[in-house]
């Protein structure tokens, strides 16, 4: 009897020794590799909306600088390329560009880089009723340049472009001789690159 009970406490110890074996075994299993997520930084937003995409179709708002990410994961190897689907329009006009954003993912990729800067534009105007081979008409832009303009027509204030939001301030700094010239304010645009911004009107001076 006392060999049989002997022989049963063999058996339960190896038992329990095999238990707390697998207990461990499972404890020491390595966590869960994390997802294989996009991001990156966003710098110069001047407090617009931009949004970006992620292989053409995962949209992503951002409407300031710092850090963003996309939220869905991808497969490893998977190909991903970044884009920007709508520039920033308010307050001010911008175009932002995208450097590193494109690859295939081996690991999570957080350094996509947006960059972002305000458009800027040359600004001129439109001028009529200047008489044939007339001189003396000479415009200022307050902080800019100035232009001398011999015919009817449009204009452009020589190197000088200024960024979407700009105050500005033009003047008429000297009329023809013979005749007078009034400035007004005016917003239209003759193409992508170019502002009017003011329209002078001459005419012949009044007599007294």
Known sequence: MAKFKLA???VLMATMIAGLSGCGEKETQPPAPPPLTVGGTVSGLAGGVLVLQLNGGDDLTVNANGKFKFPKALKKGTPYAVTVLTQPALPVKQTCTVSQGSGNIATAVNNVDISCTTNSYAVGGTVS?????????????????????????NFVFPDTRLPDGSDYNVVLKSAPARQSCKI?????????????????TCGKKSRR
């Open 8 to 10: 049963v406490s063999a």
């Open 129 to 153: 009723g200047l008489a044939a081979k007339s001189k003396g008409l000479v415009l200022e832009l307050k902080g800019g340049s100035e232009v001398e303009i011999t015919k009817n027509g």
């Open 184 to 200: 007004e304010a005016i917003a239209t645009a003759p193409d992508r690159d170019t502002i009017n911004i003011v329209s002078v």
